[in-house]
């Protein structure tokens, strides 16, 4: 096999005792000098969960050190990721039970708590930070699917026309990036051309277009008050985890359609797809680093099991594989190593 010996003559420049790759890792210095790949800010969007009220900061459960605030408390949160320059926030709301139903009305009220935020957040910090929003019926349906259901399934083209119409009312309310997480098929086009036509030419578009039916969400689930509503499974729309070549066909459907940037999510069980995704398309590719991950990790170093780096060895990870930006929840917490 040729080939295999030209890969390992570009490897290998050496040979024992001639060659010692531990003089390369010596000393903080050289480690520092051959290091491969790195993480900044620039390399952080952070989530950030709503709710109604007033002067309210309250733990998730499950999510150690990660809050649901009311508007008026968002500065005690974003004013950190504005002053370390972290270029981007996602929004994700609790919704109360009662603004809840069985075709996600909510979603269209252009008061609805995500709606508030995005205008107080852009009046409040103009573009010193961007906003992302997800684009999905979940927080709002009173069944916890990403869409409508008629006879027992969930419809695709009808639930698209929900989710244009939820686009545009987000981006007339100022947010920057549209973050469609639904995994309808055809959305993102639709979405753009709606965008397009209603003037919001500069709205972006970041698809979560390899979003893996997985069961690392639940304390997300928990977070955004559809956990317990939640009836069967997501199967039908999001991704089987047994699957690689679709999570490609998934990411050139989207970008034709007119995806900005692509979304890869959950993140630590996926590099694979993370590395495929880069090495096939020229786009930027995020990384979701979702709240299983995050409790895992976090229950794991409050326990004294692993230890308070392990967080940066997970997104350095990311990069590693290909990433260009992750969403995590311990944004705040990494600036310290940056
Ligand atoms: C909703 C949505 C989910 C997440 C982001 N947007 C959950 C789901 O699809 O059920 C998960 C994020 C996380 O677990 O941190 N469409």
Redesign the pocket.
Same mark, same amino acid.
Do not use: E
């Given at each position: 096999m040729p080939h295999i010996k030209i890969l390992l003559r570009m490897i290998i420049t050496g040979k024992y005792p001639n060659l010692r790759m531990r003089r390369n890792r010596g000393y903080d210095w050289v480690r520092r000098l051959v290091e491969e790949n790195n993480l900044s800010v620039n390399d952080l969007i952070l #989530?950030i969960f709503l709710m109604e009220g007033k002067n309210k900061i309250r733990p998730i459960k499950n999510m150690p050190d990660i809050f649901r605030h009311t508007i008026d408390k968002l500065p005690s949160i974003i004013d950190k990721a504005v002053k370390a320059k972290i270029p981007l926030v996602a929004l994700?709301p609790y919704t109360q039970n009662k603004y809840k139903d069985f075709v996600g009305s909510e979603a269209l009220n252009e008061n609805n708590l995500v709606c508030r935020a995005i205008k107080f957040i852009k009046n409040r910090y103009k573009n010193n930070i961007g906003v992302m929003c *997800?684009v999905?019926l *979940? #927080?709002y349906t009173s069944h916890g699917h *990403?869409g409508l259901i008629k006879n027992g399934k969930i419809i695709n083209d009808e639930t698209n026309e929900i989710l244009v119409k939820q686009s545009i009312l987000q981006a007339q309310m100022g947010c920057d990036v549209i973050a469609p997480?639904?995994m309808m098929d055809g959305r993102i086009g639709m979405i753009r051309r709606a965008l397009d036509k209603e003037s919001l030419k500069d709205t972006q578009i970041i698809s &979560?277009a390899v =979003?893996y039916a997985s069961n690392? /969400?639940?304390?997300?689930?928990n977070a955004?008050g559809?956990k317990g509503l939640l009836r069967g499974d =997501?199967k039908t729309y999001?991704m089987d985890y047994k699957n690689k070549n679709e999570a490609l066909r998934e990411v050139a459907l989207d970008i034709k359609e007119g995806a900005d940037m692509i979304m890869v =999510?959950?993140g630590l069980p996926y590099l694979d797809i993370i590395k495929e995704v880069k090495n096939n398309f020229k786009i930027p590719v995020i990384t &979701?680093q979702?709240?299983?991950e /995050?409790s895992l990790i976090m229950n794991g170093i409050k326990k004294g099991i692993i230890k308070n780096d392990s967080i940066l060895e997970t997104l350095i990870s990311f990069k590693r594989a290909g990433s260009t930006a992750i969403v995590t /929840?311990f944004a705040l917490k990494v600036l310290k190593y940056l």
């Open positions: #989530p994700f *997800d999905a *979940d #927080p *990403d997480s639904d &979560y =979003k690392f /969400y639940g304390p997300f689930r955004v559809s =997501k999001q =999510k959950p &979701y979702v709240s299983g /995050y /929840y």
